[in-house]
């Protein structure tokens, strides 16, 4: 039975595992319709795809797979009030590449190319307010009912990326100014000079009756994922993988633009027309409520399961986090002032790592206008100008930019808690309790370097799918390596026998830098790396925060601060909301929001480390992989609308 957090039983848990191999030249399309997670259900979904391509790499499998959610049953009678009320739903899709041996066969080893995973829980702890939208709901804004992602990967699925890019551009255009179109050219589609696909000439009409059609807000957001999977005649060998995402305010919606995104794998369906037989009307009529709170007896229910909730005990996530990464409940660190000191010091705004470059989505969600007040999208929804709204920063509303820096804070905090307890855990001595990982000291230095390297990898592949975002954590990874040598020294709080190790933390840390930055390994002699690693922020921090006597849960707490903080300055410089209203928002939002997010990520490391014990391996790797496993986001608003970044005309935020 999987794993889930203390809020959900696993007896209630419905568990959905897939498991697909494309062989060289085939085609797998998956295309199902929406899953809808009813109230206080609970489901988890696991979906591995496998491309093989053959020896010369002439030939590869190609997969288009949708994974797509609603948010209820609101159109059934008796259940207009149910909205994103489940009370876990979690979704994880790898991607692997694999090479065929001479015979033909699989090999061992298959390569991970990218790992999409989220996880939503409505019961981890109380909402934000006085109403009861669940965090699902929150995350999602008042009227977004339907969110899809749909897998990309292989030469069949390049003329679907075209079209889902242009797609994406013209829509935002509708709202923004865009760059030139002519920045989706060939190259960024994936496409090499052999590959070339030419775009349908009746697309444009397409486009325009799709627009025609539509009933209420869609956002389309495409992101490229470039990798090599081998040599063909000394030439790199590169097939495109994208992930396109979708939200809506309605499952016909979706429908739709599926519809016309597949509309290039008719003939590999007979000529059929993917979802061609799921649009009723020429028009989608919208037949949800906007912005009605849930009353009646499914309110008083869910009122009262909050009142359980809130009567029940929380789980000590000081304990589990020494316990994850000790072996043991309690670690003093009270008597060391330095370390209150550096704990300051890493969650001032003045520290030099470049976090207010980057907006989290702020920026390319106020130019979509998804901050619009109510009043301002109830009126020109109507008369169907939704896109003709004004200025966005006169007419912003303080509740959905509250809302969407709720869920940026939560996911935050519930994604890079398992990443920053990783790097921790390497600098800490063996432990001989089961749960905690073997300290890499305890070996050497190139091993806990090795370890940093999967962990960094790790990263990078679930990160692949939100380009402006992997940038912001690589970037932000560089840059507290810049400030590591202004700490004084390796001084270890927690444990006096690492007072020794101040030149095995040393070596670490030039490892590190240089599997990041290629000047620096090409100018090292001592200390020579095969190849250049992400140096993703997260890990980093962890193993700076461990360097410096900071505890496990106080690291995490201050590095999902950082990111609740900065989405708060990104509204203020923006001019959507004021400084004294952009206060009120981080203490009573992001506060809250910080720690239930760590609540879902440290709870979850724990019942994975569980899950795994009778898996695990001697070397301990495996429960390395139990922690990474936990991973996930719980922000489909932001994960959608950041990549939008890339294509706004004027940023003040950084590409």
């Not at 053959?54 to 948010?71: E, F, K, N, Q, T």
């Amino acid at each position: 039975m999987a794993s889930t957090t203390n809020a959900v039983s696993s007896s209630k848990l419905c568990l959905s595992t897939l498991q697909c191999t494309v062989g060289p030249g085939g085609t797998l399309l998956y295309l199902p319709d929406p899953t809808v997670p009813y109230y206080q259900s609970s489901f988890k979904e696991r979906r591995n795809f496998t491309c093989q391509y053959d020896r010369c790499g002439a030939s590869i499998g190609s997969i288009i797979a949708v994974d797509w959610y609603s948010s209820g049953r609101q159109l059934s009678t008796g259940m207009e009030e149910e909205r994103w009320a489940f009370d876990y739903l979690a979704t994880r899709t790898e991607l692997f590449v694999e090479k065929q041996d001479q015979n033909g066969e699989r090999p061992h080893q298959r390569n991970c190319v990218l790992r999409e995973s989220m996880a939503f829980d409505n019961a981890v702890s109380v909402t934000k307010s006085s109403t009861i939208r669940t965090p699902t709901a929150i995350a999602l804004g008042e009227n977004i009912n339907s969110m899809a992602t749909v897998l990309l990967h292989g030469p069949t699925s390049l003329p679907v990326a075209m079209r889902a890019n242009s797609l994406s551009y013209h829509l935002a255009s509708i709202c923004t100014g865009t760059r030139s179109e002519l920045s989706f050219g060939t190259d960024s589609d994936g496409l090499s000079d052999d590959d070339i696909v030419i775009r349908d000439e009746e697309e444009p009409d397409e486009l325009e009756k799709l627009f025609q059609a539509l009933g209420g807000r869609v956002l389309v957001s495409v992101t490229q994922i470039k990798h090599n999977i081998g040599q063909h005649q000394g030439k790199d060998l590169e097939h495109g993988t994208h992930i396109m995402r979708i939200l809506a305010e309605s499952n016909e919606d979706v429908y739709r633009v599926l519809h016309h995104c597949l509309k290039p794998c008719s003939s590999y369906l007979g000529g059929i027309e993917p979802y061609r037989e799921r649009i009723y009307s020429s028009k989608t009529v919208s037949l949800l409520p906007k912005n009605k709170k849930m009353n009646g007896s499914m309110a008083i229910a869910r009122q009262e399961k909050q009142q359980r909730l809130n009567q029940q005990s929380k789980p000590d996530l000081q304990r589990i986090a020494n316990l994850l990464i000790f072996g043991k409940d309690q670690v003093d660190c009270s008597s060391i002032s330095d370390t209150w000191f550096r704990l300051c010091h890493l969650s001032d705004s003045a520290l030099p790592v470049g976090s207010f470059a980057h907006s989290l989505g702020v920026e390319s969600a106020s130019q979509m206008k998804l901050f619009i007040a109510e009043s301002t999208m109830e009126n020109n929804i109507a008369d169907q100008s939704w896109y003709n709204m004004g200025d966005s920063t006169s007419s912003c509303s303080a509740e959905a930019i509250s809302d969407y820096i709720h869920a940026v804070s939560r996911s935050t905090a519930r994604f890079s808690a398992p990443f920053i307890l990783a790097g921790y855990s390497l600098l800490v001595p063996k432990s001989s309790n089961s749960t905690a990982i073997s300290s890499p000291l305890a070996v050497d230095v190139d091993q806990m370097h090795q370890s940093w390297l999967e962990i960094d990898a790790y990263a990078n592949t679930v990160l692949l799918s939100n380009e402006p975002g992997r940038r912001a954590s690589m970037e932000q990874g560089l840059g507290l390596l810049r400030i590591v040598p202004s700490f004084t020294g390796g001084r270890f709080h927690h444990h006096n026998d690492l007072a020794s190790k101040s030149r095995e933390v040393s070596e670490l840390w030039e490892l590190i830098h240089q599997s990041i930055d290629p000047k620096v390994s090409q100018s090292s002699r001592s200390f020579a790396t095969p190849s250049l690693s992400n140096g993703h922020a997260a890990p980093i921090y962890g193993i700076l925060s461990a360097s410096l006597g900071i505890s496990p849960l106080d690291a995490c707490r201050v590095y999902a601060f950082g990111a609740a903080r900065d989405t708060v300055s990104a509204a203020i410089r923006l001019n959507l909301v004021g400084p004294m209203v952009g206060l009120s928002i981080l203490d009573g939002v992001g506060r809250g929001a910080v720690e239930e997010g760590l609540e879902m990520g440290i709870v979850g490391m724990l019942c994975e480390s569980s899950e795994g014990l009778a898996l695990r391996k001697s070397d301990g790797n495996t429960q390395l992989e139990s922690w990474l496993h936990s991973v996930a986001t719980c922000a489909p608003m932001m994960e959608t609308v950041q990549p939008l970044h890339d294509l706004l005309s004027s940023r003040l935020f950084r590409t």
